[in-house]
């Protein structure tokens, strides 16, 4: 078992929907990440969190560290936001991290 | 902005061939990583960095190995290249701490043939 697990795998929206994306994970950490790469592209850092809410733009990533479960919600989704999202998580005494598999996402016009 | 840059995008390299893939970053960062990234695999951390001439295993070192001479740069090197080291190869860097967030390069996307 993977010890940082997203789901759904794959996620097809249509424009304007609200969307959430999940990331669960199975060992103590001292932080979430949230990353996003888009097509043929590099990876952009969209949040780094510890506990609670943290909000950019349409972006919402929330975190609870008792159930070992974050999520990151898109409102208003955009064909722009059209990218894989990665959850990775800092466990150790370094800033190495462990990463989910990621989720593809696409949004419709 | 930190810059993280990769010396290649694209690279196309033979079996048994040596080949060096050159990050740089500019935000005078200490730690710095080399990953690999395979569909259906995710991220997987190939060998890191913390500090000039340091160097640390990372998941899947194998046929690889590294060299960090200058702070701001971070070399990857395939001593004898195989076909299953074609993949998207991504360098990261942070600054000093346990929690810092990571910034990435383009990725090169090597092809051994």
């Known amino acids: 078992k993977n010890e940082v697990e997203q789901s759904p795998q794959n996620l097809t929206a249509q424009e304007g929907e609200f969307i959430t994306i999940n990331c669960s994970y199975s060992?103590?950490?001292?932080?979430l990440h949230w990353l996003q790469q888009h097509p043929g592209g590099g990876i952009v850092s969209l949040f780094m969190?510890?506990?609670g809410k943290k909000k950019h733009g349409r972006l919402i990533a929330t975190i609870n560290i008792q159930e070992k479960h974050s999520s990151l919600h898109i409102t208003a989704s955009h064909p722009r936001d059209s990218a894989v999202y990665i959850c990775?998580?800092?466990?150790?005494?370094?800033?190495?991290?462990?990463f989910g598999k990621g989720i593809t996402l696409s949004v419709r016009p | 902005d930190v810059k993280v840059t990769q010396s290649s995008r694209y690279l196309v390299k033979r079996t048994g061939e040596k080949v060096f893939l050159e990050c740089v970053q500019d935000?005078?960062?200490?730690?710095m990583f080399w990953y690999r990234q395979d569909p259906g695999l995710g991220l997987r951390l190939i060998y890191f960095?913390?500090?000039?001439?340091?160097?640390e295993k990372g998941d899947i070192p194998e046929g690889y190995s590294v060299s960090r001479e200058k702070k701001e740069r971070f070399s990857l090197i395939l001593e004898s290249a195989s076909t299953n080291q074609t993949s998207m190869y991504l360098c990261?860097?942070?600054?000093?701490?346990?929690?810092?967030?990571?910034?990435f390069g383009d990725g090169t996307r090597l092809s051994i043939l």
């Open positions: 935000m005078d960062h200490e730690n």
């Open positions: 990775a998580v800092n466990t150790g005494a370094n800033s190495k991290l462990t």
């Open positions: 990261a860097s942070t600054l000093r701490g346990r929690t810092q967030p990571q910034h």
């Open positions: 060992v103590g950490i001292s932080a």
């Open positions: 969190l510890s506990s």
């Open positions: 960095s913390y500090d000039v001439k340091m160097k």
